[in-house]
């Protein structure tokens, strides 16, 4: 089950600490995105990328990071500055104008976080 | 800006009753509408979308910019039907391009 990988599955994480989710596609994919899943919250974007070397913040930006550096790569960095990060990570990427499915997103399986 | 709504929180049907799914939006321009499903364990995945106007695995939507209204509707519910659905919306183009904006979700149960 290839398409976008995510990792790891499960991540625990001390206060104070930085830690960096992994999101991986092969599907030459353009665009690349951040989730997070919280219950009764439905999913809220973090960060987008629409091409390498470019990204935007979502609507709860503060206390994360990314990088995109390749085009099949968007690690997301959550940092000792976001207050409440215990949630499920989702990363998704979507193929670039001019296909079929333009604005079709598809998921990775997700990271779930826990802060100790 | 653009904000979708999905007033219910938790739907139970029994099987072969009819659901429907509700989904309301805000978008000043001509938006995409989308509706994704997550079923136990598996990643979230499109289920459909207004500009295909299919049927899938039974489930219709249809987009009413009177009302602002996507509504999932399916006339006979399985019990495979039983997952968290999220109603989701995409701007046509300028900023809004590409960014999904997704609904509360609502957990159908479908029981035997």
């Known amino acids: 089950d290839g398409g976008i990988t995510q990792s790891p599955k499960y991540l625990f994480r001390k206060e104070g600490q930085n830690v960096t989710l992994s999101c991986e596609q092969n599907l030459n994919h353009d665009a690349m995105y951040w989730y997070r899943q919280d219950p009764g919250q439905g999913l809220r974007l973090i960060y987008y990328?629409?091409?390498?070397?470019?990204?935007q913040k979502g609507d709860i930006a503060e206390g994360y990071s990314v990088s995109r550096e390749k085009k099949e790569s968007f690690p997301l960095t959550v940092t000792s500055a976001q207050k409440n990060p215990t949630a499920f990570y989702l990363c998704?990427?979507?193929?670039?104008?001019?296909?079929?499915?333009?604005?079709?997103?598809?998921f990775g399986p997700g990271t779930r976080l826990t802060v100790l | 800006a653009q904000r979708v709504t999905q007033p219910e929180k938790l739907l139970s049907v029994f099987k072969g009753a009819p659901v429907e799914l509700k989904c309301n939006y805000s978008y000043s321009g001509s938006p995409e509408l989308f509706w994704y499903v997550q079923y136990s364990r598996q990643r979230l995945q499109l289920l459909l979308r207004?500009?295909s106007r299919e049927s899938i695995k039974g489930f219709t939507a249809d987009l009413n910019k009177g009302e602002t209204s996507f509504h999932l509707k399916k006339p006979f519910a399985q019990e495979e039907d039983s997952a968290m659905y999220y109603c989701a919306l995409s701007g046509a183009g300028g900023t809004s391009y590409g960014k999904l904006t997704f609904g509360q979700g609502t957990i159908l149960t479908v029981h035997p």
């Open positions: 990328s629409q091409i390498v070397n470019d990204f």
């Open positions: 998704a990427s979507k193929p670039g104008r001019g296909t079929g499915s333009y604005n079709e997103q598809f």
């Open positions: 207004h500009i």
